[in-house]
């Protein structure tokens, strides 16, 4: 179908006249709009169209309500400049812009190559959360909805247990010193009541303080607390790919393509050797990042070969950017503590690409995945995974595991990546032979834990010892009631 757009344009006229800035343009964009927001602005100076054929354009994003800022050039490809005589720009709305909602403020600024620069008005729009990213009940048996909400409350029912546990450990004291004087098993009963209304109340007051926050769907309220209690898992489906790739940016995705003509493999057998290869172009990313129909040919015909993609997609950090939460929960996690966390919570992960080989003779299209060697040296060597024959795009998938080690045992650097070649044959520079055409790369995982996890996880190991010595005398005394 026909790409769809909602466009907000404004025109900015460039004199030296006071302005009122930011002017307000009465628009506003929500969450939910993917890949169909776009900014178009036409620069004027001095009220003529101001041309832009030799200029860099820059626009600045101030999210004031949550103080984040992000920035736009021409000059790397985030802004298209559609119309240099016209001075017309277009800029596409990102997804991941989405993150803070609110006023924003976009500063506009224009360099040229002979060094002038202009500052135009800025002007002022806002970002909402759609109303579909703010309850999923109707898609999703469970959903976190505001994981601050969640931290907090299992910091709270962490600390209140805690408690609790000392108020029994008081108990258990005062049953023992009595034990001669007193009938054992009246006592015994009324512990066992004690502790039963106890942790009836406390179950109550879980269950009412969950609802009222919101953090999971009603469904799983109406479930006993017998099945939460014992590791009911609350799963949250998610994906890594290459949409919001920013060549050269600060901000960029954490994950890299390169590619290059070869006679073999990567070396593994260091960082150096194994970084390899031209990334490719902004454009390229911009096809791979959307789930369409395009494709995009990547090739090379600098020596001898086959056709080598070399996908970098860094699964641990990714991790961390989109559950900040989890990593602030657990504070003061070192590298090997992380990548531990990661291998608890992350399952299911799952590599997926559509794309063919040459239009002619032998249309080999291949997957290799770096993997463990299970030795010291190599520690890792490259695996085929999946491949197609057909001249027409195929999806290919395999599960996958992260490098969970270094390249080398001084070299650490690379754990937690994903780590991939996608190849064709035959093995020459001849024509049709040197390309690979691809449609779309992403990697796809499954987050999972309970509120229980989360605690066991937190709890210091001091705590564990006193849960553990109370379960063995509460045990003892059971045996001689």
């Given at each position: 179908m026909?790409?769809l757009y909602?466009?907000?344009?404004?025109?900015?006229?460039?004199?030296?006249?006071?302005?009122?800035?930011?002017?307000p343009?009465?628009?506003?964009?929500?969450?939910y709009?993917?890949?169909v927001?776009?900014k178009?602005?036409?620069?004027?100076?001095?009220?003529?169209p101001?041309?832009?054929?030799?200029?860099n354009v820059i626009?600045?994003?101030?999210?004031?309500?949550?103080?984040?800022?992000l920035?736009?050039?021409?000059?790397d490809?985030?802004?298209t400049?559609?119309?240099?005589a016209?001075?017309k720009?277009?800029?596409?709305?990102?997804?991941d812009?989405y993150?803070?909602?609110?006023?924003?403020?976009?500063?506009?600024f224009?360099?040229f190559?002979n060094?002038?620069?202009?500052?135009y008005?800025a002007?002022?729009?806002?970002?909402?959360e759609s109303?579909l990213?703010?309850?999923l009940?109707?898609?999703a048996q469970?959903?976190?909805k505001?994981?601050?909400?969640l931290?907090k409350?299992?910091l709270e029912?962490?600390?209140g247990?805690?408690?609790?546990?000392?108020?029994?450990?008081?108990?258990i004291?005062?049953?023992?010193?009595?034990?001669a004087?007193l009938?054992?098993?009246?006592l015994?009963?009324?512990?066992a009541?004690e502790?039963?209304?106890s942790m009836?109340?406390?179950?109550?007051?879980?269950?009412?303080?969950?609802?009222?926050?919101?953090?999971?769907?009603?469904?799983?309220m109406?479930q006993s607390?017998?099945e939460?209690l014992?590791?009911?898992?609350?799963?949250?489906?998610?994906?890594?790919?290459f949409?919001?790739k920013?060549?050269?940016?600060?901000v960029e995705?954490?994950?890299i393509?390169?590619q290059?003509?070869?006679a073999?493999?990567?070396?593994t057998?260091?960082?150096?050797?194994?970084?390899v290869?031209t990334?490719?172009?902004?454009?390229?990313?911009?096809?791979?990042?959307?789930?369409?129909?395009?494709?995009?040919?990547?090739s090379?015909?600098s020596a001898?070969?086959?056709?080598?993609?070399?996908?970098?997609?860094?699964?641990?950090e990714?991790?961390?950017?989109?559950?900040?939460e989890l990593?602030?929960?657990?504070?003061g996690?070192?590298s090997e503590e992380e990548?531990?966390?990661?291998?608890?919570?992350?399952s299911e992960?799952?590599?997926?690409?559509?794309?063919?080989?040459?239009t002619?003779?032998?249309?080999l299209?291949?997957?290799?995945?770096?993997?463990d060697s299970?030795?010291?040296?190599?520690?890792y060597?490259?695996i085929?995974k999946?491949s197609?024959?057909?001249n027409i795009?195929?999806?290919?998938s395999?599960?996958?595991v992260?490098?969970?080690r270094?390249?080398?045992?001084?070299?650490?650097?690379s754990i937690g990546e994903?780590?991939?070649?996608?190849?064709?044959?035959?093995?020459?520079t001849?024509?049709?032979?040197?390309?690979?055409?691809?449609?779309?790369?992403?990697?796809?995982?499954?987050?999972k834990y309970?509120?229980?996890?989360?605690?066991?996880?937190k709890t210091?190991?001091?705590?564990?010892?006193?849960?553990n010595?109370?379960?063995q005398r509460?045990?003892?005394?059971?045996?001689?009631?």
């Open positions: 026909e790409n909602v466009t907000s344009e404004i025109t900015l006229n460039k004199t030296a006249e006071k302005r009122s800035s930011p002017i343009t009465n628009t506003e964009f929500f969450s709009d993917q890949h927001a776009r178009t602005i036409n620069f004027q100076f001095k009220g003529e101001l041309v832009l054929s030799e200029a626009l600045g994003f101030d999210f004031v309500t949550a103080g984040q800022s920035i736009f050039e021409s000059a490809g985030s802004i400049i559609e119309d240099p016209a001075g720009v277009n800029v596409m709305l990102p997804n812009i993150a803070y909602s609110g006023s924003v403020i976009i500063y506009v224009v360099e190559s060094g002038q620069s202009l500052d008005p002007f002022s729009t806002e970002f909402q109303w990213e703010q309850d009940d109707e898609m469970f959903y976190v505001r994981f601050e909400d931290r409350l299992v029912e962490a600390a247990i805690d408690h609790d546990l000392t108020g029994f450990e008081d108990r004291q005062q049953i023992e010193s009595d034990l004087s009938d054992i098993e009246l015994v009963e009324e512990v009541e502790i039963r209304a009836e109340h406390r179950l109550s007051d879980i269950e009412e303080r969950l609802e009222d926050s919101d953090v999971i769907t009603q469904e799983v109406d607390f017998a939460l014992t590791g009911k898992k609350i799963y949250i489906d998610g994906h890594a790919d949409f919001g920013v060549r050269e940016s600060l995705s954490p994950h393509i390169r290059r003509l070869t073999s493999f990567p070396s057998s260091t960082s150096t050797n194994i970084n290869g990334e490719i172009t902004q454009e390229q990313y911009n096809v791979l990042a959307l789930d369409n129909q395009n494709e995009t040919s990547i090379n015909t001898n070969g086959f056709i080598q993609i070399l996908v970098v997609i860094n699964l641990l990714h991790f961390k950017r989109t559950f900040p990593i602030g929960f657990f504070k996690l070192n990548i531990r966390l990661f291998q608890s919570l992350i992960i799952v590599f997926h690409v559509r794309g063919r080989a040459n002619s003779g032998n249309r299209f291949a997957c290799a995945l770096l993997e299970g030795t010291e040296n190599p520690r060597g490259w085929d999946e197609h024959n057909e795009v195929q999806e290919l395999f599960p996958v992260p490098m969970l270094g390249i080398s045992a001084i070299d650490s650097s994903v780590r991939l070649v996608l190849y064709g044959d035959p093995r020459t001849a024509t049709n032979t040197n390309r690979l055409l691809l449609s779309y790369i992403k990697l796809e995982y499954r987050l309970s509120i229980f996890d989360l605690i066991s996880l210091d190991g001091p705590t564990r010892a006193m849960h010595d109370l379960a509460v045990l003892e005394l059971e045996q001689k009631g």
